[in-house]
Structure formats: structure tokens, C-alpha cells
């Protein structure tokens, strides 16, 4: 910047213009109305439940049903038995319809069918994410055969 006369008076000018508003720059202002001590919780606060995934039970009368992806697929029972989990929404709005098995010698195709329970008329719905957990029976135990998810 010069320093001339001119552009000195004109700066003077308009910071008292800026000044003679009123109102503080967002900084100060932001700084005016900000609490005297700092925040209770330094850390981040998770919303992850303490519990483990919520068991449930095919209903067999949901409607609106559709093919759901689930994360995880555990053998349990000595591979008689294969326990998934998955990423759901809340009863009555969400429920488990149904669970699909089909079984070849080379692979084990699981597939999770949700939908909404006839409970659910009239009901506001939350849109939180649970865990939810199932138990599925096989003909014949897991072995070496592979494990796919139906829904993809």
C-alpha cells in the first residue's frame, strides 16, 4: 500500500464506516458469546450399544420385503449351524421376514429377507441402525464349503 494522503483518508473512511455500524467483525463476535469454559466431554462421544446384536426370529408376515446383505456369517454348532449378523432397522418397522438356504457340495448361498410387520400402521418410525443377530439350521455341516451372501 502507499502511504499518500488520499488513500490514508479514504482507509480511515471506510474502517470507520465498518466501525460506525455497530456491529463487531464475526471474530470478536464468535469470541463475545463463546462459553467461559470449555466443553464437558474433551472426547468424542460414540453411539456404539455395549451389548452385542439383538437376536431375532423370521416373523413370516412382513410386507414390503426385500433382500438384506449381512456382514458377518460365523459357523457355530460344529458348522451345523451358522450365525449372521447384519445392520437393521427397528421392530416393528424393520423385522426379520424370512431366511433363505440353499445348499450345494461346493457352497452355502444364505439369504435375509426384511420387510415391515403388519404392527407397524400407525407407527412413527426411528431411523437408527441396529445389530441384529439370527441362527440358521443346515442340512449338513459348513466343511470346506463356501459361504455367500444371496442378497448380492
Not at 482507509?11 to 470507520?16: E, H
Not at 464475526?26 to 474433551?42: K, L
Not at 400402521?121 to 443377530?133: D, G, L, P, R, W
Amino acid at each position: 500500500m502507499t502511504a499518500t494522503p488520499f488513500a490514508g483518508t479514504m482507509l480511515a473512511v471506510s474502517v470507520m464506516l465498518v466501525t460506525g455500524c455497530g456491529a463487531a467483525p464475526p471474530a470478536e463476535r464468535a469470541a463475545a458469546t463463546a462459553p467461559a469454559q470449555p466443553p464437558v466431554a474433551a472426547e468424542p462421544v460414540t453411539t456404539m450399544p455395549t451389548k452385542g446384536p439383538e437376536p431375532v426370529k423370521p416373523t413370516g408376515n412382513a410386507i414390503n420385503v426385500h433382500k438384506v446383505r449381512w456382514t458377518n456369517a460365523t459357523p457355530v454348532a460344529k458348522g451345523r449351524q451358522i450365525k449372521l449378523t447384519w445392520w437393521s432397522g427397528v421392530a416393528p418397522c424393520t423385522v426379520l421376514d424370512r431366511v433363505k438356504v440353499k445348499e450345494t457340495a461346493k457352497q452355502v448361498t444364505i439369504t435375509l429377507y426384511e420387510g415391515t410387520s403388519p404392527k407397524a400402521k400407525n407407527v412413527s418410525c426411528i431411523m437408527i441402525a441396529i445389530e441384529k443377530t439370527t441362527t440358521v439350521k443346515l442340512k449338513k455341516a459348513l466343511g470346506n464349503r463356501k459361504l455367500v451372501d444371496g442378497s448380492r
